[in-house]
Structures are given as structure tokens and as C-alpha cells.
């Protein structure tokens, strides 16, 4: 059955920029962010909190672990609340980001997010962000950015983000994690067909969001 809500899917690899720029542009249209990401990181906070050792993770125990998972809708976005409570804290802990790699490779919990971001897209006009938003999950989507950036911008980016004071040296570590991400999650971080790529190494975010309303609007006439 066809939806009869807009999807703007943006996918890309690990800070590009991809969440803070959706919310904006979720802003500006008056949608709903759905940030893919932090149900893979739900899910992985939620094995965690059951089995510290990852060694002994299964499919079917991350699965078990995040059925109680729920994405429930804000004013501007929706956002994964576990046992009654929002875990964005718990969701960008270094040990989730550490494993959610892995979370994220099990086919069965690819399901289970999703499903998620479909069902949240149907009662509401979203804009989504993740890796495969634009190939596997709304292939049909409205429109579909893939947002790229050199990996030591998005390795500053990220430092200015923690608040962590920047020196040469970690720069060169953020850098080498930032590939070594890319490199874990290559497989699924591919631009659809009629993604239109957007290298913001040089761009500000106002830009970014500029250029990516501008595209939406286009494509609603
Ligand atoms: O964007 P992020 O760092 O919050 O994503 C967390 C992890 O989930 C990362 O390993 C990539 C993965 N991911 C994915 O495989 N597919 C998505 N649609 C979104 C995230």
C-alpha cells in the first residue's frame, strides 16, 4: 500500500553530520526526526544492561533484550525510551558506541529497527537518518541525501562536539576511530541510486540544511 507521509531520507557515514542535520531540516519542514542510529544503540544498551560480556551475546539475546524498546514521538522527533524512560544518555555511553557495530550487523535486529522507523513514518511526515535509509528501508522515498566529509573534518567535528579540547595528537586518534567505523560499517553506508551526494567538509551547517530544504521544496512542485 502506498504511505501518504513524506520521507527525506539522509544517510552517510559516521559524523557527517547526519543526525544534527536532519533534526534542522526536520525544523524547517515542520517534520519529525527519526534518528535509526539510536535504536541500534537502544538495542545495545539494553543487552548491555542484561549481559556485560559481549562475548556472550546472541542474535536472539539482543532481540529478546530490546522488544521493549519504544520509539515514541516528541514535538520535533522521535526518540527510543526503555522500561518508561529516555536512555539518550545511555545510548551515547563509549561502551555502547564500542559494540553497537556489532549490534548492528544482525540481520534479525535490522529487522526489528526497521520496522520501527517504517511504523513511525506512517503516521507522521519524518525525515530519517541512518546508513541504509535511502536503499533498503524507503526506497521510495521523496528524497535521499548521502552526506559525505573528509574523515579528519568529521574527526573535528566530533571533538568540538564532546567539548574535548582539539591538539594535533587527538586529532590523529579521533581520525584513525572515525576509519576504522567506516570501515565496520561499509557495508550497509552506501548511497542509493538517486541519493544526491552532499560533501559538506567545506560546508556550514546552515548550508547543509539551506541546500537540502531547497532540494525538498523542489521536489514538492
Ligand atoms: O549513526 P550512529 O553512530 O548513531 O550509528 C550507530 C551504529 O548503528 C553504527 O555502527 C552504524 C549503525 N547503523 C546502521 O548500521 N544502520 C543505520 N541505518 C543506522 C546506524
Redo the contacts with the bound molecule.
Keep these: 500500500m502506498k504511505r501518504r507521509t513524506s520521507v527525506i531520507a539522509i544517510?552517510g557515514p559516521?559524523?557527517s553530520g547526519?543526525?544534527s542535520t536532519a533534526q534542522m531540516v526536520a525544523d524547517k519542514l515542520g517534520f519529525l526526526h527519526v534518528?535509526?542510529?539510536?535504536?541500534?544503540?537502544a538495542a545495545t544498551a539494553a543487552i548491555l544492561r542484561r549481559e556485560h560480556d559481549p562475548s556472550r551475546w546472541t542474535e536472539q539475546t539482543v532481540l529478546d533484550a530490546a522488544r521493549p524498546v519504544e520509539l515514541c514521538a516528541a514535538r520535533t522527533s522521535f526518540y527510543p525510551v526503555l522500561e518508561g524512560k529516555a536512555i539518550e544518555e545511555e545510548i551515547r555511553s563509549a561502551d555502547v558506541?564500542r559494540h553497537?557495530?556489532r549490534?548492528?550487523?544482525m540481520p534479525r535486529v535490522?529487522e526489528w529497527?526497521n520496522e520501527k522507523?517504517r511504523d513511525a513514518a506512517s503516521s507522521r511526515n519524518v525525515v530519517v537518518?541512518?546508513?541504509?535509509?535511502g536503499t533498503v528501508?524507503f526506497p521510495d522515498a521523496e528524497l535521499k541525501i548521502f552526506l559525505v566529509a573528509d574523515s579528519r573534518e568529521r574527526a573535528l567535528r566530533r571533538l568540538r562536539q564532546t567539548g574535548t579540547p582539539t591538539s594535533e595528537q587527538l586529532l590523529d586518534d579521533e581520525t584513525i576511530r572515525i576509519k576504522e567505523?567506516d570501515a565496520?560499517?561499509a557495508k550497509?553506508?552506501v548511497p542509493a541510486e538517486d541519493a544526491v551526494t552532499i560533501d559538506t567538509t567545506a560546508l556550514t551547517q546552515a548550508e547543509q540544511v539551506a541546500q537540502i530544504v531547497a532540494l525538498s521544496k523542489e521536489r514538492a512542485e
Excluded: F, I, P
Design positions: 544517510d559516521a559524523a547526519k543526525s534518528d535509526s542510529g539510536s535504536l541500534y544503540r558506541t553497537v557495530s549490534v548492528a550487523q535490522r529497527v522507523v537518518d541512518g546508513r541504509d535509509m528501508v567505523r565496520r560499517d550497509q553506508t
